[in-house]
T-cell receptor, first 111, second 115 residues
């Protein structure tokens, strides 16, 4: 079945890199997404990667996809206090437009 | 930048009452979605809507739920007879079928509290 898992919490110091990990079970995933949720706000799409890619870079964000291990990661370079939020990975399948979300990783950036 | 909007931001209702949650998707988008997030749990898909009909729904979306696009801009979720377990944050999303990546853009959510 479809399942997406993430670690619950990550704490980093300001200026360090953050790496948020995600695993998924369905090998028919087409696109994988990263969303950011700040307190009291909605889900902001950060970036996505197509399943036939290994890596995608977008300014401070780098997405790595290991399709063999069904592992996705989001690296945030030079993490800032404004990056403190909950980060969700999500997958979509070719046969459906619905998104399957992970439980979210709460990132805390310490000054 | 265009965005999805939702009203109200917070709705309190009594068990058994009907509620309507409203969304205005991004104007050139044609796919619309509702998701919910019970406190402390994952964001869950409820329903997708395209061309004035439901294209997919989850097991959660039972006969108590309905969706409608009453005019060219609004997209609504109705819960006929609310239960305590319907308390959650409800997110509306929309996407542009012209984008092959199927990116979904989310609204800020409506917090529904059923007492």
């Amino acid at each position: 079945g479809e399942d997406v898992e993430q670690s619950l919490f990550l704490s980093v110091r300001e200026g360090d890199s953050s790496v948020i990990n995600c695993t998924y079970t369905d090998s028919s995933s087409t696109y994988l997404y990263w969303y950011k949720q700040e307190p009291g706000a909605g889900l902001q799409l950060l970036t996505y990667i197509f399943s036939n890619m290994d890596m995608k870079q977008d300014q401070r964000l780098t997405v790595l996809l290991n399709k063999k291990d069904k592992h996705l990661s989001l690296r945030i370079a030079d993490t800032q206090t404004g990056d403190s939020a909950i980060y969700f990975c999500a997958e979509s399948m070719d046969s459906s437009y619905k998104l399957i979300f992970g439980s979210g990783t709460r990132l805390l950036v310490r000054p | 930048e265009p965005e999805v909007t939702q009203t109200p931001s917070h709705q309190v209702t009594q068990m058994g009452q009907e509620v309507i949650l409203r969304c205005v998707p991004i104007s050139n988008h044609l796919y619309f979605y509702w998701y919910r997030q019970i406190l402390g749990q994952k964001v869950e898909f409820l329903v997708s809507f395209y061309n004035n009909e439901i294209s997919e729904k989850s097991e959660i979306f039972d006969d108590q739920f309905s969706v409608e696009r009453p005019d060219g801009s609004n997209f609504t979720l109705k819960i006929r007879s609310t239960k305590l377990e319907d308390s959650a944050m409800y997110f509306c999303a929309s996407s542009d079928p012209g984008q092959s990546s199927y990116e979904q853009y989310f609204g800020p959510g409506t917090r529904l509290t059923v007492t």
